[in-house]
């Protein structure tokens, strides 16, 4: 009769399942909370955007007139325009090194999405980037670049 009440006493089981899972959860909340104190969680957010830039340069500059190039945001992600600038050598002086929103369109408070282009006078030497820098400014990348026909 013993044997009978061995064989079907499980009153050890609960304690020792209440105990792995306890340490279970141990680490899995040590591991998320060691993501973010050695800062691995900030740099999953600060991932640089994927967008291609098509290039418009215009030589034919008139009485009067500039010559100009027209970057145009071809597709893929939208980007914060104050996160995009235009930098470069202009060759004519002109000030670069803005956000996008100094050139064209949107506003500096809007997002650049496919089709949206911006406008700045340059000359035929200039070499322009268009840089993504990210909102703690620790992180950038350049996401296209054009030289001029005598850079």
Do not use: C
């Amino acid at each position: 009769m013993e044997l009978k009440r061995l064989l079907t006493d499980d009153d050890a089981v609960s304690p020792v399942i209440g105990v792995i899972l306890m340490v279970a959860i141990t680490v899995i909340l040590a591991a998320v909370i060691a993501t973010f104190v050695l800062g691995l969680g900030d740099q999953v957010s600060n991932t640089a955007p994927q967008a291609s830039f098509s290039f418009d340069w215009d030589g034919q500059a008139g009485a009067g007139s500039a010559e100009t190039l027209t970057v145009r945001h071809s597709g893929g992600d939208s980007i914060q325009a104050n996160r995009l600038y235009l930098r470069g050598d202009a060759d004519n002086g002109d000030d670069t090194g803005k956000t996008w929103g100094n050139y064209g369109s949107p506003s500096d408070t809007s997002r650049v999405s496919a089709g949206n282009r911006a406008t700045i006078d340059v000359g035929s030497a200039a070499e322009i980037d268009i840089v993504w820098e990210s909102t703690s400014g620790q992180d950038s990348a350049t996401l296209g670049n054009w030289a001029g026909p005598d850079a």
